[in-house]
Nanobody, 131 residues
Framework: QEQLVESGGGSVLAGESLKLSCKAP???????MAWFRQAPGKEREGIAR?????????????YYDDSVKGRLTISQDKAKYTVFLELKSLKPDDTGMYYC????????????????????WGQGTQVTVSS
């Protein structure tokens, strides 16, 4: 499995922003990359995905509700093999460990698809938002 390295997390106050990064060694075997969050005491949930070949982005409907819309953006820097997750106007409910994952799949399926259990994963980066 390929090694992914997340960074950019931290402890911030509500209303502040963070931009998380996920660095891959290359785009080989990484047609689709995704961000997940695991809140304290809860299961991991998918946030967003990006098809690295085309830059097409997708947001997990189960996560991208009215409380999140407009506050997060997934993007990539192809030349640097890096995928980003920008989090704006952070709220305490955004607290959790954020992970990126990569899978060699043509269709960037939602994070609930079991295929992600067999993907390459990073170690995670912690985001803590205080009110």
């Amino acid at each position: 499995q390929e090694q992914l390295v997340e960074s950019g997390g931290g402890s911030v106050l509500a209303g502040e922003s963070l931009k998380l990064s996920c660095k891959a060694p290359s785009w080989k075997y990484m047609k689709c990359m995704a961000w997940f969050r695991q809140a304290p005491g809860k299961e991991r949930e998918g946030i967003a995905r990006i098809k690295t070949t085309s830059g097409a982005t997708f947001y997990d409907a189960s996560y991208y509700d009215d409380s999140v819309k407009g506050r997060l953006t997934i993007s990539q820097d192809k030349a640097k093999y890096t995928v980003f997750l920008e989090l704006k106007s952070l709220k305490p409910d955004d607290t959790g460990m954020y992970y990126c994952a990569a899978a060699e799949i043509d269709t960037c399926v939602p994070g609930t698809d079991p295929i992600w259990n067999h993907a390459s994963w990073g170690q995670g980066t912690q985001v803590t938002v205080s009110s």
